[in-house]
């Protein structure tokens, strides 16, 4: 598919800033926001609410969880406990107290379920309340909760109107960039790429040149992102990580990693047709050993999403790995790839919650322990996205403003990869995890038009 108005390599600004190699942190992972399978909907990725432990197996104590290795340099994030026991955490007694019992040390509780356009919060079929008693009769079916995106596709949308806006705010001296920003943050992505096509029609001028001549700077940066379609946005940011000298490693794993299926077969596709390049190829060039392999596995598309939990092949699993790792002298890499690059998310939740009751240890904790450097995080982040992947992204969000500057590029990515599936959570785990809103973090980390856009788009 061709993507009019974006050169395949170069014309737009560099992303520089990620994060260097190991300052990614420990994400809390919890529960997990699956895409709702409806029509039209997002194919599903997340998992579903599944029961703490299979019948008759409860969760073991939180004392004996030794403290989580950091994925960062700094180790954990804000409040992680230590080993033998769990620190307090606001909203609750503890981090995530499922409803039969103590978890994983470590991980702040799932924000509650709300109702969102399309569906109500998810409820466990035969539970008033949705509460599951303890000990749990029997593993239900995977219940779906809903995402929601802050930016949702206008109503009485008018794609000549909206380039005719756009055209104003450019056109005599200066720029009205409020126009421009009221338009890009209140239509989905989809609308904008009509806005784009409706310019060109109407004017003969191509909207991203206009804009570029107008912008400058990050609000330049955020506003060719959003116009850019979503599919090609991540190809251009996996080329960019790859291109020229050095490799950004962490970019190539908060992409790969976290996508669905169908998002990677769409992105590889896109890569070879816009690129004119193979993205495996160009993995294999820079970067090598069991973390290209891994990525190797992600881009085949091939994860299984089915959303029934195989609770048998879950202890199975579990004991594999723990053979894999913790229960030998050595690492048997490949086994760890095999699992985590192929199973359903909620079948790795299952894993992950098997696991700790094998090895009395967290599955996080002995990947810790058993790799290191970009496979280490490549495993985590697959862990991280299975058990909650709001925040994971909450958690890139904060490392992109904590500390002297800002990893802008990572801030502008996230936000707008997410902004229509599962922003409303993230911000909802942000929150959560350090007692402070996304929004008034990036209010005291941006500036200007920069600061105004990405608060429209997150939402007050």
């Known amino acids: 598919m061709s993507y009019p108005g974006y050169p395949p390599s170069d014309g737009y600004p560099a992303f520089p800033g990620y994060p260097p190699t190991g300052q990614e942190s420990v994400y809390p992972p919890v529960g997990q926001y699956p895409y709702p399978a409806v029509p039209g909907g997002f194919p599903p990725s997340g998992g579903g609410t599944f029961p703490a432990a299979p019948p008759n197996a409860g969760f073991p104590g939180a004392a004996g969880y030794p403290a989580l290795g950091g994925y960062p340099a700094s180790g954990g994030f804000p409040g992680a406990p230590q080993a033998g026991g769990m620190s307090p955490y606001p909203g609750g007694p503890g981090f995530a107290v499922p409803p039969t019992g103590p978890g994983f040390g470590g991980y702040p509780q799932q924000p509650p379920a709300q109702s969102y356009a399309g569906g109500g919060p998810a409820q466990i079929p035969g539970f008033p309340g949705g509460q599951v008693p303890s000990p749990m009769p029997g593993p239900p079916a995977a219940v779906v909760q809903y995402t929601q995106g802050t930016i949702q596709a206008a109503p009485n949308f008018d794609a000549g109107r909206d380039a005719e806006i756009l055209r104003k705010a450019m056109k005599g001296f200066g720029t009205d960039e409020q126009a421009i920003i009221n338009v890009v943050a209140n239509r989905s992505n989809d609308q904008r790429q009509k806005i784009k096509a409706a310019f060109k029609t109407m004017y003969g001028k191509d909207l991203i040149k206009d804009l570029k001549s107008e912008l400058s700077g990050n609000v330049e940066e955020l506003i060719l992102a959003l116009f850019m379609p979503s599919t090609y946005y991540d190809a251009w940011s996996l080329r960019h990580a790859m291109k020229g000298a050095g490799t950004q490693e962490s970019v190539l794993i908060e992409i790969l990693c976290t996508r669905t299926n169908q998002e990677i077969r769409e992105i590889v596709n896109c890569y070879k ?100 450097g970009n496979v280490e995080r490549g495993l985590k982040t697959i862990v991280q996205c299975a058990l909650n992947r709001p925040a994971f992204f909450a958690e890139r969000l904060y490392y992109s403003m904590k500390g002297a500057g800002t990893d802008d590029s990572t801030l502008i990515r996230i936000v707008v990869t997410r902004s229509e599936i599962d922003l409303v959570q993230i911000k909802q785990m942000f929150t959560q995890m350090y007692q402070k809103t996304l929004a008034t973090m990036i209010a005291s980390d941006t500036s200007g038009d920069y600061r105004q856009l990405l608060l429209a788009i997150v939402g007050q």
């Open 273 to 372: 047709s816009e690129f004119g390049r193979d993205i495996e190829e160009d993995i294999r060039s820079d970067t090598s050993g069991h973390f290209e392999r891994l990525l190797i596995s992600m881009c085949q598309g091939n994860r299984d999403e089915n959303q029934t939990v195989d609770y048998q092949k879950a202890q199975e699993d579990a004991q594999r790995l723990y053979q894999a790792g913790e229960g030998k002298l050595g690492t048997d890499e490949s086994c760890f790839n095999m699992v985590l690059a192929s199973r359903s998310f909620p079948q790795l939740k299952a894993t992950v919650e098997a696991y700790s009751r094998i090895a009395n240890r967290d599955l996080l904790s002995s990947i810790d322990r058993e790799f290191s």
